[in-house]
């Protein structure tokens, strides 16, 4: 788990300038980031596999502010790494 959250963070420095991922308590972890849901699963995966595991399971993205209409300002994407693939939707 140490190394896997180790690699979650390196990721986020590395997939953009505006994004910050954060490593919960439990088995999830959070990114946030600004465009819309396809952003954020791209960016999910993106950690997920820089951390060694195939993809990501997204649980929820939803605006940071949530009086901001849906998909605009900053988004809060929860995931899953997975060793499973995931098809694309």
């Keep these: 788990m140490l190394r896997l959250a180790s690699l979650l963070a390196i990721g986020a420095l ?4 505006c994004t910050m991922i954060h490593i919960n308590g439990d088995d999830t972890s959070t990114i946030e980031h600004k465009g819309g849901v396809e952003t954020g699963r791209d960016l999910a995966n ?12 997204i649980i929820s993205t939803v605006n940071k502010n ?17 060793d499973a693939v995931t098809p694309k939707s």
Excluded: N
């Design 46 to 57: 993106r950690a997920c596999q820089r951390a060694g595991r195939k993809s990501a399971e």
């Design 66 to 82: 949530p009086e901001a209409p849906p998909e605009t300002g900053k988004q809060v994407t929860t995931f899953r790494c997975s």
């Design 14 to 17: 590395s997939v953009g300038g």
